[in-house]
């Protein structure tokens, strides 16, 4: 039951009247007609912009259409109150016997409340983390795969088919730096003392597994081979190692990607990434030219020269793009345009990339080389983790036991658990600056939003379990619960909390629009905040108790309620990954 939309049919069907009666013109366009909860609350349970939107295309004052409407929509049964506000704004309140039809639908359909068809089946690649295969991953890389793989969650509950995906940068320089430090490690496995490991290579302890596997598996050999024959070798074997290492740690989050797309497979057998230049090319959209200096570029750095370029300036760009080094190897750029050629090859118009900080400058570019390669037709999307700062009970906290340099995402994970990071990670915007402190999340108190809403589903299953003391084998699935008199929910309160459990299903649809699962966090702490709120109504007036020993109706009915906000808020927590808890440890 999405409330909004059943309010928004109402309201068309209002118009329509208008139309036939000739009280409004014929043609109106009513797309940009919405339905939402008024700026404050006290002006109503829902309100329309109607009147204001459609009075240009009719030629009439927006208070006019507004009056008109008004009548119309006091005839509908549900409706308690119409009022006419500002310029023409429709404030509308409704009986309490509309709101607790909420939460029957909220028991019959359980944690599927609120599921929708907005995608109605479109094919959306929703790429993530896409780390460097060199190492473990850091809690740098933790909040893009939280919200990535929330996202995709959200897209899917809401009718979108969606596909998980993994970028492997395995070529380059990164990876060959991996495999030098895996074969010192390697000679290190062997008895030698290969002292302090060289500046540019990778000198964390993870490293020394690899190392070890190398001398297991060929023991002394590989010394005798030229770097030639062993690098390719060992950079197999450490590859392999370290994507094993990253999926475990993306397992440790529950997160499983549907594909890991390797660069390398780029150009192995076919060379996608000419016949990416080459497209282009038959645009015109490739040329040979010289790139201006970058402002700032060390002089001596930089090389002037006549280069393959893609015309990104065309859609947007600041400068043209550089396909080709001076070496006759391709760009990163060029790689990743043939990465973005190959997702429009399978079929997916709407991309979603999921980039750090660090990458926030590589936005217009792979907006323009979609733009070129699809013809305009296919849609890019980018959404920037901004930077996460550890800390500990208010303290900064740098280093890693085995890294060395960063704090990995395991460390954290095992420190405070995976619900609490999935959970934090979400609790800002994602392209605002995050501050995580280890402390502070394990705290029970409503100052920590993971433990409060959990909570909140821990409280509401406890209620069950203390009515049966007054009336046994009264469970959630019962049918003096299911087929409870709701007409019994007329405390303001309660009616509150119906409120609010209605707008889930439009909560989780807009976020799903904007792609921005952390509106979804927000409102599970709002929610839950408004439980226990009521909890602690009924401790201080005992007639508004959840459990009336002698009055089986109104438990029955509390209960109910109480069943709805467990269900909404398990919903909501699964969407983002999380778990909702029975009890709390």
């Given amino acids: 039951m999405n409330v909004h939309a059943l309010v928004h049919a109402r309201i ?131 909040r893009g795969a939280v919200f990535g793989d929330a996202l995709a969650k959200l897209l899917q509950f809401t009718g979108y088919a969606v596909t998980s995906e993994y970028y492997i940068n395995d070529a380059g320089a990164q990876v060959d730096a991996l495999a030098r430090s895996a074969y010192l490690r390697y000679r290190e496995a062997l008895g030698e003392d290969i002292g302090q490991i060289p500046e540019g290579l990778y000198p964390g302890d993870y490293v020394k597994p690899v190392g070890q596997a190398l001398a297991k598996e060929h023991g002394s050999a590989l010394l005798n081979y030229p770097e030639e024959r062993w690098l390719p070798l060992v950079r197999e074997m450490a590859i392999a190692a370290m994507l094993a290492e990253i999926k475990g740690d993306l397992a440790a989050l529950n997160i499983q990607h549907e594909v890991f797309f390797s660069e390398r497979s780029l150009t192995a057998g076919t060379d996608q990434v000419r016949e990416t230049i080459e497209e282009l090319r038959g645009k015109g959209l490739v040329f040979e030219g010289r790139l201006e200096k970058p402002k700032g570029h060390d002089d001596g750095e930089w090389e002037d020269r006549e280069q393959t370029l893609f015309r990104s300036t065309d859609f947007g760009d600041d400068v043209d793009r550089a396909l080709m080094k001076s070496d006759g190897s391709y760009t990163y750029f060029a790689a990743d345009m043939a990465y973005h050629r190959n997702k429009l090859a399978r079929g997916f118009k709407t991309l979603i990339n999921v980039f750090g900080a660090d990458h926030a400058g590589y936005i217009t570019r792979m907006k323009a080389a979609v733009a070129a390669l699809s013809d305009g037709k296919a849609a890019l999307d980018i959404k920037v983790c901004q930077l996460v700062k550890l800390f500990r009970a208010g303290e900064p906290v740098r280093m890693s036991k085995r890294a060395g340099t960063f704090v990995t995402l395991r460390e954290v994970v095992d420190e405070v658990g995976r619900d609490p990071v999935r959970f934090m990670m979400l609790y800002r915007k994602n392209d605002a600056p995050l501050d995580f402190d280890m402390a502070k999340v394990l705290e029970q108190s409503k100052d920590n939003p993971v433990f409060y809403v959990q909570y909140a589903h821990a409280r509401a299953k406890s209620v069950f379990r203390n009515a049966q003391a007054a009336f046994p084998g009264l469970t959630e699935n019962s049918p003096q619960v299911l087929g409870a008199d709701l007409a019994r929910l007329d405390d303001a309160g309660e009616l509150d909390l119906i409120r609010r459990l209605a707008a889930y299903p439009v909560l989780v649809q807009s976020a799903a629009r904007a792609h921005e699962p952390h509106r979804l966090a927000f409102y599970l702490y709002d929610l839950a905040s408004a439980f226990h709120a009521q909890w602690t109504r009924g401790n201080d007036s005992p007639h508004l108790r959840f459990i009336q020993p002698e009055d089986g109706s109104l438990t029955a009915a509390r209960l109910a309620l109480i069943g709805a906000v467990a269900n909404v808020v398990a919903s909501g927590l699964a969407l983002l990954g999380g778990m909702a808890r029975d009890e709390m440890g």
């Fill in 12 to 142: 068309l069907l209002a118009l329509e009247a208008l139309q036939r009666e000739g009280a409004l013109p014929e043609g109106l366009d009513f797309a940009n007609v919405e339905v939402s909860p008024p700026r404050e609350a006290a002006h109503g349970d829902l309100a329309s912009n109607a009147a204001l939107v459609l009075a240009k295309q009719a030629k009439m004052k927006p208070r006019d259409i507004a009056d008109r409407l008004a009548e119309k929509m006091k005839a509908v049964p549900e409706v308690a109150a119409v009022e006419v506000a500002g310029a023409g704004f429709l404030n509308l309140r409704f009986h309490p016997s509309f709101w607790h039809g909420v939460v029957a639908a909220v028991l019959k359909d359980g944690t599927s409340f609120g599921r929708a068809d907005l995608g109605k089946g479109e094919r959306i690649n929703v790429e993530f983390v896409s780390a460097n295969p060199t190492g473990p991953m850091h809690v740098g890389h933790t």
